[in-house]
């Protein structure tokens, strides 16, 4: 315990061998992954090499078949009993440990019956219990940030792909997450939209929000990534800043992938 | 075309010449369309000629009947039990269709046996077999299975017609709605219930708050084409002696033999009673229909015309 706590201290999420099969298709075959404080980690990829599932993973929509996730220093989804067996979390206690991660899907998900304020507000007072009259405040603060202070009453069917996007994120923000995950928020856009909803998440980075983003977009990799995990067939093949990813990877499959992206 | 003259970008558009059409084929069927016009008109013509002239009509007993205190007495019996009855069935749909979608097989299983039968047997055979519940089950008792029983009815005292109407309605009902909640929750995107969980909210805050309104715009109008549907059926139930309107009109002819006055007495309540539902179902959509369309500022004027004019339009397309 006294060893490990003082450097583990600024480790917000952890994945320790992390294992994931659908039938008999082995999508995540022992990640470990770390994510400090105020850190941008992008995780890259071929399609279909587990980036999204490990992101699932993360925040438990999927469960995991072993390996902890935890997130400073609490285990996600499972808990110990009094007999030293591991047990599932209930559902309740498992809704309050995802508070703490916020995500951020491709196709935005947004709750279409209400309105972008409705979206904000939703959670913060079903969920975190603010009066309304706080989290419209927090909603339209949110709002300005990403630049749609005044869009709170439309209806998200009446927003583009990249406004949807910034919703997206400032809803996931209203719940005052400790992490944001990622999960290819720009893939869905039109080209000369991507630009407007990266903006948003530079932003985030330098107030110091810890971020893990799934993504294919090597410019953000480039100017805003701490740290860059190259995944294939449901390994990290590959850990490093973005220089030494992007110009001078040293396992060939890392360049392969590179090479085809430009 | 004289070639030689393209040289220009702009020349090269070849101005498009909107010729009129004076083909044979053109012609037969402008012809056609307004014969048929035509002969629906003459056909109305005759037909009201026929209700407003007819002997056996007498529109006068119509007027005198058409408010007299059994029939409205029939018609408020008839919204009630349809009422209770869709009541019952969207409850009891809702819990079936909420079966349905759990992975217990055993509920499941219950679920299919319950659809299997009640939709698969005839309303009327089921109207029938709960009012004549009482020659197969002689009483009905709260107690311990097999054991001491705390209270007890005699199944005669409790199946009147207006139960045996009710619990027949009800539960046929039940079997339609179950497939349209369960639809209407199926219809609804997966990522709205990850969006919800990732969010924090427990599964049945989701389902609450995310889910169901999302769903009630697929149920909804089904739902009330089902009850419409139901407002119409209950006249069934007049084979069991409830009296209803058809069954208070009944009772008014098989005295004074002026069957058809008193059949359109109650083909008018029932269509004023079709038609308001109908109306209702149009309002109930349009609350729940929030955030679906792209142009929110339409007034409902706008809209029921916009509505009216795709309905006409499609009416003559076919015509
Ligand atoms: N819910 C699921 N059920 C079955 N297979 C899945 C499911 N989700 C993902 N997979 C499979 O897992 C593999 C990895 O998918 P995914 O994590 O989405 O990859 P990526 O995000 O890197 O493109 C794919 O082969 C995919 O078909
Ligand atoms: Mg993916």
Known sequence: MMNGSSNSDDIVVKCVDIHKSFGSNHVLKGIDLQVKASEVLCIIGPSGSGKSTLLRCINYLETPDSGDIIVHNQRIGVYTKKNGQRAPLPGPELAKQRRRLGMVFQHFNLFPHMTVLGNLIEAPVGVRGLSKADARALARDLLAKVGLGDREDAYPAQLSGGQKQRVAIARALAMGPEVMLFDEPTSALDPEIVGEVLEVMRFLSTEGMTMLVVTHEMSFVRDVADRVVFMDEGCVVETGTPQEILLAPKVARTAQFLERLL | ?319
């Open chain 2, 1 to 319: 075309m004289n070639m030689s003259r393209a040289v220009d970008g702009a020349e090269l558009l070849v101005p498009y010449e909107l010729r009129p059409d004076r083909s044979a084929r053109y012609f037969a069927r402008i012809v056609g369309k307004w014969l048929l016009r035509l002969a629906i008109f003459v056909l109305a013509i005759m037909a009201l000629h026929l209700l407003i002239t007819s002997d056996t009509i007498e529109w006068h007993v119509v007027a005198q009947y058409l408010t007299a205190p059994a029939i409205l007495q029939g018609v408020i019996t008839t919204l009630v039990l349809t009422a209770i009855a869709m009541i019952i069935g969207i409850l009891l749909g809702g819990l079936l269709a909420l079966m349905r979608l759990s992975n217990s097989l055993l509920l499941n299983g219950v679920t299919s046996l319950y659809l299997w039968f009640f939709r698969g047997t005839p309303l009327l055979v089921q109207i029938l077999f709960w009012y004549n519940l009482a020659s197969f089950i002689k009483r009905i008792s709260i107690g311990i299975p097999f054991g001491p029983s705390f209270i007890s009815w005699n199944t005669n005292d409790l199946i009147s017609p207006l139960t045996a109407a009710i619990l027949a309605l009800g539960l046929n009902q039940a079997a339609y709605m179950c497939e349209i909640v369960r639809a209407g929750i199926l219809g609804v995107d997966e990522g709205q219930l990850e969006a919800s969980a990732a969010l924090g909210m427990t599964s049945s805050r989701a389902f609450r708050r995310i889910v169901l309104p999302q769903a009630m715009r697929i149920i909804i109008p089904p739902t009330s084409n089902n009850a419409i549907g139901l407002l119409k059926d209950s006249s069934l139930v007049s084979v069991i002696s409830m009296t209803e309107l058809l069954y208070a009109v009944q009772q008014v002819y098989s005295r004074t033999f002026q069957t058809i006055p008193l059949l359109i007495v109650a083909s008018i309540w029932y269509l004023m009673m079709t038609t308001v539902t109908s109306i209702g179902q149009y309002y109930i959509e349009r609350h729940y229909g929030r955030g679906t369309r792209r142009d929110q500022r339409l007034s409902a004027v706008a809209r029921i015309t916009v509505m009216f004019r795709k309905n006409l339009l499609s009416v003559v397309k076919v015509g």
